[in-house]
Structures are given as C-alpha cells and as structure tokens.
C-alpha cells in the first residue's frame, strides 16, 4: 500500500534551519520522480523541490534555490527537505509527492517562520 508520511515541520525563527521527512511506503522512492510541494494560505500550491529517479538530478524553485536541499535516504526510504536560512514567506503546508500514484498525497507538516 503506497504511504507517504511527512514530519519535521513546525516554528521556527527567520533564517532558522528545519529538515522535513517523507517516510515512504509500498515502493521506493529512488525509483520514481519525487517532489516536495508547498500550499500557503490563499496561495496556488507550488512545487520547491524535486529529485529524479536515482537522485541525479534535482530541481529547485527561484524561491528557495540555495536554501533547500532535497535528498534521500535509499535503505530508510525516506526523501528529505533541507530547509536553511529560512523567511516567513516559506510558511506553508508542505507535502512529498511521487511514486507509482501521484494523485496519493501524505496529511502534509505544517511549516511557519515567524519571530
């Protein structure tokens, strides 16, 4: 059964630093394409992030290149956020997505910068 779990989020201060997990479940990971999208209040959801089928390559939105690092884990099954030097517009829902069925996404893991 294909699960994905996000976890890591929560309040952090500007230019703090949190990494989010998506547990993975019901396939691996580094076979497919995954992504880490974000939803703001209001907002369009967004795609941050995303890594290719074996972790050759990677993608990064304008907005957080050379802040975040997506990444996995291949024997956990675990796809990693790195987020850096964070601001308060990164505040949003943020979700993996990937995997056999793209239409499957986690509850997602809140993320809010604020002082």
């Known amino acids: 059964q294909v699960q994905l779990v996000e976890s890591g989020g929560g309040l952090v201060q500007p230019g703090g630093s949190l990494r989010l997990s998506c547990a993975v479940s019901g396939f691996s990971f580094s076979a497919y394409i995954m992504n880490w999208y974000r939803q703001a209040p209001g907002k369009e959801r967004e795609v941050v992030a995303v890594i290719s089928a074996g972790g050759d390559r990677t993608y990064y939105a304008d907005s957080v290149k050379g802040r975040f690092t997506i990444y996995g884990d291949d024997v956990k099954n675990i796809l990693y956020l790195q987020m850096n030097s964070l601001k308060p517009e990164d505040t949003a829902m943020y979700y993996c997505?990937?995997?056999?069925?793209?239409?499957?996404w986690g509850q997602g893991t809140q993320v809010t910068v604020s002082s």
């Open positions: 997505v990937g995997g056999p069925d793209t239409s499957k």
